[in-house]
């Protein structure tokens, strides 16, 4: 009861939905991060989630910091909370050599150097400036989109084309880059972080050992900022939620940013039929004066041409 004093009605319902599939829309200031973490807290404390088989993952690593210092104060240390990528790169590190056998290749942590070299041996130095960062991080971008939507190089130039929004660069300059990049990765044995994604996705559905291990490891699963999931994330996380679906998705598709690189609002918005979730709905703001919530509910409303659900002032 300690746990739920801190919350009001709407973060109490949330905290209080422990297992099966949950689905949470959460509007900008209220308090989700809360909610999240005195749910987990909360389960843990009644003896409904195991703290020690709960993976929480975000997309920041500051938002994963910021869960974990709030998951110790509530005396749940020993919950998993990571980004995405990370709890893949953990994944595909530990099963490495039993599945792909050999080291484990390198991280890029930057495309750039690997997009220059990739300009070069596509003959395009000429027309691509390998100096403009500004270039090299557009490319970057639009290689990511192509990856998580699982659009090969081969593919690039005629998927581009049905796309309502056209990319900055020419496409067939970019389906040569895109090329060569990969030629790039493969003779360096690198991977980057999509392929992180696209290969931990590959391993768990062709490797039913490991799926069955991963599964067993963790649970209970919490996704926070569901809106900004891509193709990928979603298949890797109904692989390993699948036998005991209690997965929780907490989002907001009014907040969608990611949308650049494959991120699609529409996996918390159909997330309720897909899982047959419960659904919750948190809109008292912590946040912001009534102005900016007024102008917020107002630019939303328009931007729909519906009535979305409605932020609610909490402060003067």
């Known amino acids: 009861e300690e746990i739920l004093e801190a919350l009001d009605n709407e973060q109490r319902a949330v905290a209080l939905a422990t297992r099966g599939p949950v689905c949470v ?3 900008a200031g209220t308090g989700k991060t809360r909610a999240i973490t005195h749910r987990i807290a909360y389960a843990a404390a009644i003896g409904t989630m195991d703290p020690h088989k709960v993976l929480a993952l975000t997309f920041t690593a500051r938002a994963a910091g910021e869960m974990r210092t709030r998951l110790r104060s509530l005396g749940v240390p020993s919950v998993a909370a990571r980004t995405i990528h990370a709890a893949a790169l953990k994944q595909l590190t530990f099963f490495w050599p039993q599945v792909f056998g050999g080291r484990t290749p390198d991280l890029l942590t930057t ?4 997009l ?5 041996r596509a003959q395009l130095q000429g027309e691509l400036s390998i100096t403009s960062r500004d270039l090299l991080r557009d490319i970057a971008t639009e290689i990511e989109w192509a990856k998580v939507s699982q659009v090969a190089p081969s593919d690039y130039l005629s998927e581009s084309q049905k796309r309502t929004v056209k990319p900055r660069i020419n496409p067939e300059q970019l389906a040569k880059v895109y090329t060569a990049y990969e030629s790039v990765k493969h003779q360096e044995r690198a991977i980057d972080f999509e392929d992180v994604l696209l290969l931990c996705a590959a391993m768990l559905e062709e490797e039913r050992e490991v799926r069955e291990r991963v599964q067993d490891q963790y649970r209970y699963f919490t996704v926070d900022e569901y809106q900004d999931i891509n193709l990928v994330q979603s298949a890797i996380l109904e692989l390993i939620s699948e036998p005991h ?5 907490i989002g907001d598709d009014d907040q969608t940013i990611y949308e650049w690189r494959g991120a699609n609002p529409g996996f918390i918005l159909n997330f309720s039929n897909r899982y047959d979730a419960q659904t919750y709905l948190i809109s008292n703001n912590f946040r912001c004066p009534a102005a900016p919530l007024v ?4 630019t939303i409303a328009h931007n729909k041409q519906r009535s979305p659900k409605q932020l609610r002032l909490t402060r003067g």
Do not use: Q, V, W, Y
């Open 295 to 298: 102008f917020a509910n107002h």
């Open 111 to 114: 495309k750039s150097g690997f």
């Open 245 to 249: 679906r209690n997965l929780m998705a």
């Open 25 to 27: 829309i959460a509007g």
């Open 116 to 120: 220059t070299e990739a300009i070069k």
